[in-house]
């Protein structure tokens, strides 16, 4: 009996050691890679961003009956596509943007906030205050936003979402640059381009810590 | 004698069969995946661009003795990266830029025409006659330059070394940007990554064919 339960025992041991191999061995889930450009054609993006707000609840920028009835084209464009990987956050995300004025793109980061999304913005501090930037918007409904202090342009175009996805390229996130320029978004899970990215970010964001901001004349007023 | 030599064919085309499929599975060199940061600080360029005309050769600012006497640093920076990428092509070079004055990049573009590399630009009207934009350079130069007639910008910023890798980011090719603002830039030899862009280029190249200019009063002044 006691040879038995020995080999009983072995037996389990192969085919726990099998199973782990197999696992090990198992096919991973290729990489998203995809290139998006722009000019992308004015579009309705409601019903997305009323989908990602949840049944019944508003977006922000009003509650949308769905189908929503404007005469905008409702099908799929680069700004859908850049809105569906954003709204795709669970845990995290951080921006990195020298131009935010798009509408539609700060809807959907106060829409991640709502739903306890950490969020995180570095943006440039001369281009913050310019009319139309989303960045007072954004920090009055209560997510952190630090700037640069320095003569140079914070110039990113980059977003990260839960740390394993980059969002990259030359588009700043204004209507102007969404619907009338030559422009590219690269949306990256390779962790070869994540991971330098985040790094990017915790430096600069560390080094834009507002206990490090310099208050000149300029900026007391 | 002659199932003998049906054997020996027989063990040939065997032994054929077991290299192909060993050349099949041979490890491919993986794809460079690469994230450069900037700023970059100023340095000396100079014996790259001199090693890339090869010996005894003008880089087109002159004349370079070995190693450069000047006081700037020599290492190894995001700009020496950059530069380094570019100089490796061979065949073809494609940029598709929204502002270019960095007289460094400038000259190695301009040395690459010179080594019969076949360099095509696309650039942005409104930018492209800037106060020390290198297009004029280049086109004296012979290089073809083509650019939009749009009122949005042609705000891309990207290269494609022999239609194998592909150089973006948010850096325009500009020593400001280079040495004063926060930017990235990747360089990515992942075919996904390079097809779209190089698509994209044609595409542009095509639709800013000079044939389809518009000469209105303000451009025939």
Same mark, same amino acid.
């Given at each position: 009996m006691r040879a038995a339960g020995r080999a009983g025992l072995a037996l389990a041991a192969a085919a726990l050691a099998l199973a782990l191999a197999a696992w090990r061995r198992r096919p991973r889930p290729r990489p998203l890679r995809e290139v998006l450009f722009f000019?992308?054609?004015?579009?309705?993006?409601e019903a997305l961003l009323a989908e990602a707000a949840g049944?019944?609840?508003?977006?922000g920028r009003g509650v949308v009956s769905?189908?929503?009835?404007?005469? /905008?084209p409702h099908g799929d464009c680069s700004l859908s596509r850049l809105l569906s990987r954003l709204l795709a956050a669970r845990r995290s995300l951080e921006i990195c943007l020298f131009a935010f004025s798009s509408p539609q793109l700060g809807c959907a980061v106060r829409l991640l906030h709502r739903r306890g999304v950490r969020v995180r913005i570095v943006t440039d501090a001369q281009y913050m205050?310019?009319?139309?930037?989303?960045i007072g918007l954004l920090r009055q409904a209560g997510i952190q936003v630090r700037h640069d202090q320095e003569?140079?342009?914070?110039?990113h175009k980059f977003a990260i979402v839960d740390g394993r996805m980059v969002i990259t390229g030359s /588009?700043?996130?204004t209507t102007q640059a969404i619907q009338n320029n030559r422009e590219n978004v690269l949306v990256m899970e390779d962790a070869e381009y994540v991971k330098p990215f985040l790094d990017e970010f915790e430096r600069i964001w560390e080094e834009y810590?507002?206990?490090?901001y310099r208050f000149f004349p300029k900026d007391s007023k």
């Amino acid at each position: 009996m006691r040879a038995a339960g020995r080999a009983g025992l072995a037996l389990a041991a192969a085919a726990l050691a099998l199973a782990l191999a197999a696992w090990r061995r198992r096919p991973r889930p290729r990489p998203l890679r995809e290139v998006l450009f722009f000019p992308s054609p004015p579009s309705c993006t409601e019903a997305l961003l009323a989908e990602a707000a949840g049944p019944g609840a508003a977006t922000g920028r009003g509650v949308v009956s769905r189908p929503c009835p404007c005469p /905008l084209p409702h099908g799929d464009c680069s700004l859908s596509r850049l809105l569906s990987r954003l709204l795709a956050a669970r845990r995290s995300l951080e921006i990195c943007l020298f131009a935010f004025s798009s509408p539609q793109l700060g809807c959907a980061v106060r829409l991640l906030h709502r739903r306890g999304v950490r969020v995180r913005i570095v943006t440039d501090a001369q281009y913050m205050g310019l009319q139309g930037s989303q960045i007072g918007l954004l920090r009055q409904a209560g997510i952190q936003v630090r700037h640069d202090q320095e003569s140079g342009y914070m110039h990113h175009k980059f977003a990260i979402v839960d740390g394993r996805m980059v969002i990259t390229g030359s /588009l700043n996130w204004t209507t102007q640059a969404i619907q009338n320029n030559r422009e590219n978004v690269l949306v990256m899970e390779d962790a070869e381009y994540v991971k330098p990215f985040l790094d990017e970010f915790e430096r600069i964001w560390e080094e834009y810590n507002p206990i490090n901001y310099r208050f000149f004349p300029k900026d007391s007023k």
